[in-house]
C-alpha cells in the first residue's frame, strides 16, 4: 500500500498480491506481533463507508482462550480457535449499509495482512444467540452487533487450507457481460 507521498505500487506487484488473496483456517502457533496488527487497523480505519458513517469498533483479541472461546460461537467459525489473534468487528446499526461496509473492512484487513505476510480467515457470528455470547464474552454493550470477525496468524502451509471443489473461479465469460446482461455461458 502506498500513501499519498509514497509512490504507488506498479500493477505488476499489486494486482497479483489482489489476486492471490485466500481464506486460510489453519496457523502455526507464532503470534502476531503489535506492530503489524497496529498497522492492520490502521489500514481497516480507513476504509470507506457510508456516509463516512464509519458504523464500526474494532475489537482485538489476542487471548487464544478468548479467541477459542469464540469458535463455538457459530456454524463458520471454528478456524477461530487456531488464530494468533482475531479482530471482532462490531457495528453501530444493522442495514444494509453497514454490512456493506463491514465487508469492505474484512476484505481491507485481509489485504492488509497479506501484504505483511499474514493468513486470515472471516469468521460469521450468524444467530441472534451467537452474537449474544460475543457480546457477554467481550464486554459489548447490547445496543452494537458482532456479526464478524477476521482472523489472523501466519498460515501453517503444511496443511491444505481450502476443500479442492473451492479452489478456482469460474470462467470470465461465465460472469461478465458486456454493455448489456446475456447471461452466464451454456
Do not use: C
Not at 85 to 105: C, H, T, W
Not at 113 to 140: K, N
Not at 167 to 183: A, D, L, M, T
Amino acid at each position: 500500500m502506498s500513501t499519498p507521498t509514497e509512490p504507488a505500487p506498479s500493477s505488476d506487484e499489486f494486482l497479483p498480491e489482489l489476486r492471490a488473496l485466500r481464506q486460510s483456517r489453519f496457523f502455526t502457533d507464532r503470534p502476531v506481533p503489535r506492530e503489524d496488527l497496529e498497522r492492520i487497523l490502521d489500514i481497516a480505519r480507513w476504509t470507506g463507508s457510508a456516509k463516512n458513517s464509519q458504523p464500526w469498533h474494532l475489537v482485538v483479541v489476542e487471548d487464544r482462550e478468548t479467541n477459542a472461546e469464540l469458535a463455538t460461537y457459530g456454524a463458520f467459525t471454528q478456524f477461530l480457535a487456531g488464530v494468533a489473534a482475531s479482530i471482532v468487528i462490531v457495528l453501530d446499526g444493522d442495514g444494509r449499509s453497514q454490512a456493506y461496509d463491514e465487508g469492505r473492512l474484512s476484505e481491507r484487513a485481509m489485504l492488509a495482512a497479506a501484504h505483511l505476510g499474514l493468513g486470515s480467515g472471516t469468521a460469521w457470528f450468524g444467530t441472534s444467540e451467537a452474537r449474544a455470547q460475543v457480546r457477554e464474552l467481550l464486554g459489548i454493550p447490547e445496543h452494537l452487533h458482532p456479526y464478524s470477525a477476521v482472523g489472523l496468524g501466519y498460515t501453517d502451509a503444511s496443511r491444505a487450507q481450502a476443500a479442492p471443489a473451492l479452489r478456482g473461479r469460474k470462467p470470465f465469460e461465465e460472469i461478465v457481460s458486456w454493455g448489456r446482461y446475456s447471461g452466464p455461458a451454456t
